[in-house]
């Protein structure tokens, strides 16, 4: 099945910084990369997604990249705020029969001021 | 307009219980998913329902077992609790079978 491995598993910005956070997935017949936020006590929210027929996605602060060909995509957040602080889990989803997403352990971003 | 609704929030069950933890879907979605998250974890497919059937399924042994109702809110039953049951369990729902799923705040269970 399907394995995604992220890194890193923490990560420390200072407010204001850019916040890089990367996934690897196995799948070759992956096509659907979400990017989940969540914060203490509360479920995963969505905060962008890509398929696989696009390479790069931007909404506002936070973008997503791509690479088909190496298997890897990643989360860009730019100026970084302290209410950014929370864990971030990058996730794939097959397209054939394919409904579960698998995550990966996520990221515990923390942004000090 | 509510987003994905799970009951009860926390649950303390001895093990060899049984549990039902239950989901009522985000507003005009039909599709529930079930996921555990356990502790530092990300979360874990367990199954999918849709037309109130099972459309897929994850590593997740028989004692785990879930319904769909008509009105599409679900259950996930769990049979002979184990310890290593003690997890966040994620209910996800969205529309039309799609990916776009949103997900609720989970429920808590602690297995003693």
């Known amino acids: 099945g399907e394995n995604v491995e992220q890194h890193p598993s923490t990560l420390s910005v200072q407010e204001g910084d850019s916040a890089v956070i990367k996934c690897t997935y196995s799948d070759s017949a992956s096509n659907y990369f979400p990017w989940y936020k969540q914060e203490l006590g509360k479920g995963p929210q969505l905060i962008i997604d890509?398929?696989?027929?696009?390479g790069e996605k931007k909404d506002q602060r936070i973008a997503v990249t791509l690479n088909k060909t190496a298997k890897h995509f990643s989360l860009h957040i730019t100026e970084t705020q302290p209410e950014d602080s929370a864990v971030y889990f990058c996730?794939?989803?097959?397209?054939?029969?394919?409904?579960?997403?698998?995550f990966g352990k996520g990221t515990s971003l923390l942004v000090t001021p | 307009d509510a987003g994905v609704t799970q009951s009860p929030t926390h649950l303390i069950k001895t093990r060899g219980q049984q549990v039902t933890l239950r989901c009522s879907p985000k507003?005009?979605?039909?599709?529930v998913s079930w996921y555990q998250q356990a502790l530092g974890q990300g979360p874990q497919f367990i199954f999918q329902?849709?037309?109130?059937?099972?459309?897929q399924r994850g590593n997740f042994p028989d004692r785990f077992s879930g319904h769909q109702f008509p009105n599409y809110s679900s259950e996930l039953n769990v049979n002979a609790l184990l310890l290593g049951d003690s997890a966040l369990y994620l209910c996800?729902?969205?529309?039309?079978?799609?990916?776009?799923?949103?997900f609720g705040s989970g429920t808590r269970l602690t297995v003693v």
């Open positions: 996730a794939a989803s097959p397209q054939i029969g394919g409904y579960a997403l698998n």
């Open positions: 996800a729902s969205s529309r039309g079978g799609g990916r776009g799923y949103t």
């Open positions: 507003s005009g979605h039909d599709t």
């Open positions: 329902y849709y037309e109130e059937e099972e459309r």
């Open positions: 890509i398929r696989s027929n696009v």
